[in-house]
C-alpha cells in the first residue's frame, strides 16, 4: 500500500572556496564569510564619501546632463530629417537621451568607475537604491553593460585567467526564469528573440557570460542582482547572491538553456524588489489577471479565509457550489461544479471502526511543571522557540492538559492545535489540479497547517487513495531521532485521508525540491499511532510561492506512473541532458 511520505536527506557535500585576490573585491557585508575568499575589512570612510558621490550623480548629475542630451538629440534629429528630405544625407535612427547623457558624463570623466569592474557590493550603492536607466547603472559601476544581462570580468594570469561574472540583471526577458526573491532560477543568455514575444528559438551555448556564470558557481563567487521592471521604468539593486549550480536542460520551448540557481547571500538586508515575470508574449507564459472563482473554500471554517483562483480552465474547486462564485466571477464565464464529493472540515473525522485516542489524565502531584514534563517526553528540548521548529523529529510531542498546562491555546508550545494563521490560497495548475499557494513570506521552520480529514485503519478499503497519509513516525528516523539513510520500517496501523471530507491540506502538492517537510505530531495524547500530520517550512517561503513537500518515490512510481510534474531543476521525471556541478574542460 503507497501512501504520501517524506524521505528526507541532507547534502554533504561542500564546495571548496577558492581564493579571489583581495583587491578586486569590495567590503564584506558578512566579514567571516569573505574572509572565506580572501576578502580584507572595508573601509567604511571610504564608502561613505562614495555614497556622496554616488548619490550626486545618480540624483544631481544625470538629469543635469539628460535634459540636456534630450535638447541635442532634438535638434540633431531634426536637422538630420531636413537634410534626409532634400536628399543630402542617409536616414539615421534617433538615439536615446540616456545614451547621449552617458557619453557626454564620460566625455567629462564624471563616471565613477572608468575600466575597473567591481565585484561583491559596489562602495557607495547600497541595497534598495533604484536607478531609472542602465546608464546610471553604467556610470556607477554597478552594472556596466548597455543591453546584455550578464556583466563579466577577467581575474588570474596566463594559462589561469578565467572570467567572472560581477553582475546580472533580471528583466523578464527568458521564460525559462524563475523569481521567487531570495532564490532565484536564472537562465543564461542567448538563442532568444531580444525583441518581440522574446521566446527561445535556439539551443544556449555554454561561452562567455553563460561559462563565466559557472566559473562563479564553481569558486564560491557571488554576483550583484538587480532587477529591472520595465512596465515602472526602474531597477533596484537587491544585493548578492550566491551561485550554487547550474544545470544545462530542456526549457519550454523545447531548446536547451543554461539555467542557474542563485540563493541570496545571508546577513544582508531583505529584498528590497518584487519578483520579476517573464515579459514576452509566448502563448505558454503569458500573464493573466486572476479570477478568482470563490472567497472562502472553508465558508467561515477557518479563522482567515482561503481565497480560491482559477486562470485554467471552467471548473470550481469541490465542495464550492455556484452560488459561493463572486458575482464579477460569474460575468466573466459559466463556472461548473466539480462532481467528487467534498465536505471542508477543519477538524478530525474518526471512521466508525477508529477508537478516539483518549487524554492521559493530568498529573496527580505538582512535582514537576508542565515545561519538565514536556522536555522529558522532547528529550530534553522544547519544541518551539519563538514560533518555529527547532528542527524536524521522528515524532513531536506539543504541550497539552495533561501534562498539567492550564495555558490552553495561548501555550506557546502547542503551535500546531492553533488556528492557522498563514494567508493561504488555492489555485488551478495546468496539469496537476488544484494546489496552494501562499500570499505573504513564511520563515524557515515555521508552522503552515495540520492535515484534517478522515481517519481509517489501514485495512479499510477507503484507505488507499491517492489522498492517503499514513499515521506513524516518520521513517527516515529512528526511535532515537538519529537519520537513517534509506528509512526504517514502521508498522502503519492508520491512515488520514481528505478525499471526501478534509481542509486545505489535501491541496498541497508534491515536488522533487520542496519548501516544506511533514512532521508528525502528538498534541492531546500520546498515542504514536495516531498522531497529527503538520506541515512546516523547511526555508524562508516567499510571498506567492507554491507551497509542496516530498510525498516520496512510492507515491510517484504507483499514482503518477513514474513521471512527476513538479518541473522543479531536480525533478526526477525533468528531462535533463546534462547536470554540471563540477569543472569543465573548456578554458574561458
Known sequence: MSKRGRQQSEDDAGRKKAKIPTQLLSRPLVASKWQEVGVSDFNFEQDARQREAVRNLVEVEFPKYHARAKVMEEKRVEKETKLYEQGLRAKHAAMRPTDVALRLMKEKNLDLYRGVKVMGHVPGILIGDTFRCRSQMMLTGLHTQPLGGIDTTKIGKGRGLKSFVTSIVVAGGYQDDEDYGDRLVYTGSGGNKGLGDKTQYKDQELTRGNLALLHNAQHCVPVRVIRTYKKMDYSVYDGLYD??????????????????????????????????????????????????????????????????????????????????????????????????????????????????????????????????????????????????????????????????????????????????????????????????????????????????????????????????????????????????????????????????????????????????????????????????????????????????????????????????????????????????????????
Open 243 to 588: 551561485v550554487d549550480h547550474m544545470t544545462k536542460e530542456k526549457g519550454v520551448e523545447g531548446f536547451i538553456v543554461y539555467r542557474y540557481h542563485l540563493t541570496r547571500c545571508p546577513g544582508q538586508e531583505e529584498c528590497h524588489g518584487i519578483k520579476v515575470e517573464f515579459s514576452g508574449g509566448s502563448k505558454r507564459t503569458e500573464k493573466k489577471k486572476d479570477r478568482v472563482v470563490c472567497l472562502d473554500i472553508s465558508l467561515g471554517k477557518e479563522e482567515l479565509p482561503i481565497p480560491a483562483v482559477n486562470n485554467v480552465d471552467d471548473m470550481l474547486p469541490p465542495g464550492i457550489d455556484l452560488e459561493d462564485v463572486p458575482l464579477a466571477a460569474r460575468a466573466i464565464k459559466e463556472w461548473k461544479q466539480d462532481p467528487a464529493p467534498f465536505t471542508y472540515s477543519p477538524e478530525l473525522v474518526y471512521d466508525a471502526e477508529v477508537e478516539r485516542p483518549e487524554a492521559p489524565p493530568p498529573p496527580s502531584c505538582a512535582a514537576h511543571d508542565e515545561v519538565s514534563r514536556l522536555n522529558r517526553l522532547s528529550k530534553g528540548v522544547l519544541p518551539y522557540t519563538n514560533k518555529t521548529l527547532g528542527g524536524v523529529c521522528p515524532m513531536l510531542y506539543e504541550c497539552a492538559d495533561y501534562m498539567g498546562c492550564t495555558k490552553g491555546a495561548s501555550c506557546s508550545q502547542r503551535l500546531t492545535q492553533s488556528p492557522m494563521a498563514v494567508k493561504l490560497r488555492v489555485f488551478k495548475t495546468e496539469d496537476r489540479g488544484w494546489a496552494v499557494q501562499t500570499l505573504e513570506k513564511i520563515p524557515a521552520y515555521a508552522f503552515v497547517s495540520v492535515y484534517r480529514g478522515v481517519v481509517y485503519k489501514a485495512t479499510h478499503p477507503d484507505s488507499n487513495d491517492n489522498y492517503a497519509y499514513s499515521l506513524c513516525r516518520r521513517t527516515d528516523y529512528d526511535d532515537a531521532g538519529n537519520y537513517v539513510e534509506g528509512g526504517t520500517h514502521v508498522e502503519v496501523k492508520y491512515v488520514i485521508t481528505g478525499k471526501t471530507k478534509g481542509n486545505l491540506f489535501r491541496y498541497v502538492n508534491h515536488s522533487c525540491d520542496p519548501n516544506c517537510f511533514i512532521q508528525p505530531t502528538l498534541q492531546e495524547h500520546k498515542e504514536k499511532d495516531l498522531p497529527s500530520i503538520a506541515l512546516f517550512t523547511q526555508r524562508t517561503v516567499q510571498a506567492y510561492e507554491e507551497i509542496t513537500y516530498d510525498y516520496g518515490r512510492a507515491f510517484v512510481d504507483h499514482y503518477l506512473g513514474g513521471k512527476c510534474k513538479c518541473r522543479t531543476a531536480v525533478c526526477s521525471s525533468r528531462e535533463v541532458v546534462v547536470d554540471l556541478h563540477s569543472k569543465p574542460d573548456t578554458k574561458g
